[in-house]
């Protein structure tokens, strides 16, 4: 529009003659959005300015009248207004106030478009809110049934599985054990190769000596400082020595072989492996020894041996008098999930005993071992206290304890045989576990038992790790002691 005013009229001489606004209004009665046009131009002008050379500009003869300029500010005010104003507002397109409620939350109070959109979480969310993380409560030792225990039981170790669920846990436990599974490190001849036993044969038969009455003497000295005891090397040289004389040999190889297998024949006996009856449930355990033999550990290498073959299996910490003992179970139980029944320290131990074979009987575990506490063979009180605890089991189970097995340390020497002697009188002992044949164990004292008391020997300990107990095998035990040049 503003164009308009810039057209040049016909007829009419450029620039000369100027419209008054009145005109304008007359000559285009209703225009009023050109007034506002001409509002425009007007206001495209650069005011007239004051001060100096103000006055300078002069009156615009076209200027509207104040009553005119007041209606056309007005108009203009309103179309400015018009302009200016927000378009309608549209429908709002916010969430509804009543928020959607989710499943698992209060409905928010103020709900946001994010807040209020379907809800992403999985349908199977519980209907009820969730509650806050609690920190955790320390855990209770599972408490055992009524039935289970006659007495409060002061502490059980809180295995990784109990003996009720032990099934399901087991190939855990039986993960856990074979990490401690890998194949042991050397043989038996690696072990026992530092024997007292081992090195004097292994001089005795290097460089092939001669085969003369010398060479026995030699290998009877070896014989008893290796503990094999008097008696029993007397009857080993002797044969030898019959037999030398009667040429049997032709060297002294062929007297090494000879000697090697009156040795094997020796221990063949006893070297009768424990077998778990599964009849017996629980099948009964019970080691005893002196003080330091091994006890302890034996029972940790008995039990991962157990675990392993598969049995279910509980430990009573029957070591009551040292304070360790008690813990060193609990620690191996809670390591590979297998409970162990502990009374403390200085409990009576055939308390113990009972307690676990009554849990033990109740979980259907299969194997229970009872640890007591070591005592010299020359302590009768102490002794005697072995039979209670045997007879306080047999309350439970006529036929228990299924094993006494006394375990003997293999560097005590000729004292093991009255060490196993007292034992016997008072347990009957059943088997044998010979340790610390490792490193400087003479070894020989395993002839001597096995000669003199004819009890199965069950298993060898050869070194302090839970792999180093081996199923006692004779002829793998001879062959550790004697020369590499037998092929054993
Ligand atoms: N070298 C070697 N050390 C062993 C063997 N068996 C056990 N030991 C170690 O002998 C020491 C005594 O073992 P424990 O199991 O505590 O003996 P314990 O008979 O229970 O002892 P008490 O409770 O005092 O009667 C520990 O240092 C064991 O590591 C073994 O076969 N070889």
């Given amino acids: 529009m503003a164009s308009f005013f810039r057209r040049k009229k016909p007829g009419s001489a450029p620039s000369e003659r100027r419209y008054s606004t009145e005109e304008l209004a007359a000559a285009f009665p209703g225009a009023q959005q050109e007034k506002s046009d001409v509002e425009k131009v007007e206001s495209d002008v650069p005011p007239a300015r004051s001060g100096v050379g103000a006055s300078d500009q002069p009156s615009a003869p076209t200027q509207p009248a104040p009553a005119e300029l007041a209606g056309l500010r007005e108009r203009r005010q309103e179309l400015a207004s018009a302009e200016t ?82 099934e399901p ?38 460089g092939n000596p001669r085969l003369d009455d010398d060479l026995l003497d030699e290998i009877e000295t070896a014989l008893i400082i290796a503990d094999v005891g008097v008696t029993a090397t007397t009857d080993l040289v002797e044969d030898l020595r019959k037999r030398m004389k009667a040429r049997e040999f032709a060297d002294s190889s062929a007297l090494l072989k000879a000697l090697r297998q009156d040795l094997v024949d020796l221990l ?70 297998v409970p162990v029944i502990a009374q403390g320290q200085n409990a009576d131990a055939a308390s113990v005993a009972f307690d676990a074979l009554q849990a033990a009987k109740a979980r259907g575990t299969q194997v229970l071992i009872a640890d007591t506490a070591g005592r010299l063979h020359t302590q009768q009180g102490l002794m005697a206290e072995l039979g209670k605890i045997k007879r306080v089991m047999q309350k439970l189970d006529p036929a228990a304890p299924h094993e006494v ?8 020497g000729q004292n093991a045989l009255s060490q196993l002697r007292q034992f016997h009188a008072a347990v009957q002992v059943t088997g044998l576990v010979v340790t610390k044949l490792d490193g400087t164990a003479k070894g020989g004292v ?33 062959d550790a002691l004697l020369p590499d040049t037998l092929g054993g």
Avoid at 405 to 412: A, E, K, Q, Y
């Fill in 85 to 166: 104003a927000e378009p309608p507002a549209p429908v709002r397109t916010e969430p509804p106030v009543v928020p959607v409620p989710t499943l698992s939350e209060p409905a928010p109070a103020a709900p946001t478009p994010v807040e209020t959109r379907a809800p992403t979480a999985p349908s199977v969310q519980p209907a009820t809110p969730v509650p806050p993380p609690v920190p955790p409560v320390p855990s209770a030792p599972p408490v055992r049934p009524a039935s289970d225990v006659p007495r409060p039981v002061e502490t059980v170790a809180t295995p990784a599985a109990d003996a009720d669920t032990a």
């Fill in 169 to 206: 846990a087991h190939s855990a436990s039986v993960a856990a054990v074979g990490r401690t599974d890998a194949p042991a490190k050397g043989g038996w001849r690696e072990r026992l190769r530092g024997t007292a036993f081992a090195r004097t044969f292994g001089g005795l038969f290097q």
């Fill in 268 to 337: 063949a006996p006893v070297a009768v492996p424990l077998r778990i009856d599964a009849a017996a449930k629980p099948f009964v355990v019970l080691t005893v020894g002196v003080n330091g033999v091994g006890k302890t550990t034996t029972i940790g290498k008995l039990a991962r041996r157990f675990k392993g073959e598969g049995h279910s299996l509980m430990l009573a910490a029957g070591d009551t008098f040292r304070a360790a003992a008690v813990a060193q179970l609990q620690t191996w139980g809670e390591r590979n999930g």
């Fill in 405 to 412: 097995l006394m375990v003997i340390d293999g560097t005590t």
């Fill in 446 to 478: 395993v002839f001597a038992l096995a000669r003199e008391f004819g009890i199965p020997i069950r298993y060898a300990g050869i070194g302090e790790k839970l792999e180093d107990l081996r199923v006692f095998d004779a002829e793998a035990f001879v």
